[in-house]
């Protein structure tokens, strides 16, 4: 284990990712936890994150008391960097002169983390002060011009620093000087997708022992994954349930019952109840009222499942798809998890009387990917783009019924083909489709005169949905799924694009 010690920056989880594309464990672990704790999970090093702009800003955390005496070997990062630097008797210069975006370093000694890399590279900086003078015994292995002091080392040690920031994608050799400390810290790698998967479905059979558990899948990644491991591990004694809402994308609703089934072998219930969703929706305009009624739906529907499933006997675990970024979001603790509500299918109720089973719980999303495609998930399930559990609910601005779902789902799916025949899939972050429902525009077709409704295509590029861009996708294919859609649509006569970022706009429309 490789623990990141998290400064409160929003690099932690970034850095964590990286450790692990070397193919060595991480964690991510407050900096106010204990030194005693940190070294009971045993780590092999430790990297100090970034964090505020220097040490000498107001609440800037100190370094884990103790920690240099451990003898872990530790790498510092940015304020990790400065932190070291200050802790170890260096000096830090209240320059207030601020270094921020790419920079050209030189490196003055390879040493250890620069070994065999270009004497001058482009990295990225974020930081108020510099370091003025490495602590004694350390060597100053590069600089720029703005910061003498640009990295230090001291191998004897295992001691190790950079005011860059490696783990982000502008410094050009960041994943290359991480491996290098990495390899001096004697870190194998050894985190490969097929130990992620034997790991977890043994700790799965561990959990629920000879237990009974039900999933509910949504046709998402994670729910995907999540259910495909624990089967693997407990066979029959997983039951999946699709509630299909009636609201999700054309095909979609046969890749869970058809594709996935025959991919993992789950005993699977389907429940459809488009009806049931479409009564409850009639006449709703308003989008929080629609979330709700489908949230408030969707429980009502599981529920019945549950009851059904528990005439058989009793079962004690609920699956969970849930990420390691939501639990490092919502403080890392190891209770029950607290569900977004937001983030799934109307969230489960909280008094539901279940143990959660949640494999993915130390992953990240390339991760849950990739231990899919081990488990020989569908691709079009494993790379699927994020899709809001409300489905196409919140995607037909007015009100929703049979006729305008069937209109979308015709208009997403030539959308989608078209991305995916451009090879943008992964490119593009999503493209929600929206039907302007409510609104009219006058056209031409043929020799007649037409009154139809919009589509608006809405591709994004985004890192984790918090912000987004539009994403510039080339016109002449933003022109064949316009004229696509406008021909093979029949109630659909134009089609626009939105060119808001995020923010001010919001991904979905609603
Ligand atoms: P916004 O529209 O808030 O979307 O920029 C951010 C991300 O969240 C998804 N989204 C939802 N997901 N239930 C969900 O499960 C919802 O009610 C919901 N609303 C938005 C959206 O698709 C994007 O990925």
């Known amino acids: 284990t490789v623990l990141v010690v998290d400064f409160g920056a929003q690099y932690a989880q970034l850095i964590a990712r990286r450790v692990r594309e070397c193919h060595v464990y991480s964690e991510i672990v407050p900096s106010t936890m204990p030194v005693e704790e940190m070294m009971a999970k045993n780590p092999k090093a430790i990297i100090l994150s970034g964090g505020p702009s220097s040490v000498y800003a107001e609440g800037a955390p100190p370094v884990p ?49 620069f070994a065999g890399l270009p004497a001058s590279q482009q990295v990225w900086m974020s930081h108020g002060d510099s370091v003025a003078a490495a602590p004694e015994g350390f060597t100053v292995t590069a600089s720029t011009r703005e910061t003498p002091v640009a990295a230090f080392e001291h191998p004897g040690r295992g001691l190790y620093g950079v005011q860059f920031h490696p783990e982000v994608l502008h ?72 509630v299909d809402h009636g609201l999700l994308r054309k095909g979609e609703a046969e890749q869970v019952e058809r594709d996935f089934v025959a991919a993992t072998g789950v005993k699977l219930r ?51 798809g849930t990420l390691y970024p ?8 190891t209770g029950t998890a607290n569900i977004k509500s937001h983030h799934n299918v109307g969230g489960l109720p909280e008094d539901l009387q279940f143990t959660l089973v949640e494999p993915l719980r130390t992953l990240f999303k390339d991760e849950v990917r990739r231990v899919g495609e081990e488990l020989g998930l569908p691709a079009a399930m494993v790379w699927r783009q994020p899709f809001p559990g409300p489905g196409l609910g919140i995607r037909i601005v007015g009100e929703v019924t049979r006729e305008r779902l069937e209109i979308l789902r015709e208009a997403d799916a030539i959308a989608r083909e078209e991305l995916s025949r451009a090879g943008l899939d992964r490119q593009i972050w999503q493209c929600p489709v929206v039907l302007l429902a409510d609104v009219r525009s006058v056209g031409v077709q043929g020799d007649g005169r037409t009154y139809g409704h919009p589509v608006v295509l809405r591709p994004v590029t985004s890192e984790d949905a918090m912000t987004a861009d539009w994403s510039r996708v080339p016109y002449d294919v933003l022109s064949r799924i316009s004229t696509r859609i406008t021909n093979e649509v029949r109630e659909i006569n134009r089609v626009v694009l939105d060119v808001t970022s995020k923010p001010p706009g919001t991904i979905e429309w609603e």
């Open 65 to 113: 008391h103790g920690l240099f005496s451990t003898g872990v070997p530790t790498f510092g990062i940015c304020y990790g960097f400065q932190a070291m630097a200050q802790a170890l008797g260096g000096t830090v210069a209240r320059t207030g002169t601020a270094e921020y975006g790419g920079t050209s370093l030189d490196v003055l000694d390879e040493g250890v983390i």
């Open 171 to 242: 410094s050009e050799h960041g994943q290359a000087v991480l491996r290098h400390f990495l390899e001096a810290a004697g870190c194998r790698p050894s985190w490969t997708m097929l130990n992620i998967v034997e790991e977890s479905v043994e700790a799965v059979r561990r959990q629920v022992g000879d237990g009974r558990a039900i999933c509910a899948l949504s046709g998402g990644v994670d729910s995907a994954v999540a259910a495909a491991l624990v089967q693997r591990a407990i066979g029959d004694r997983l039951t999946c349930v699709f």
């Open 270 to 320: 389907v429940v459809d109840a488009a009806e049931r969703f479409l009564k409850a929706l009639s006449g709703v305009t308003d989008p929080e009222e629609k979330r709700k009624i489908i949230g408030r739906e969707f429980i009502r529907v599981f529920e019945d499942e549950q009851r059904a499933i528990m005439a058989d006997g009793p079962v004690d675990f609920l699956v969970q």
């Open 326 to 333: 939501d639990v490092v979001e919502s403080g890392g603790g």
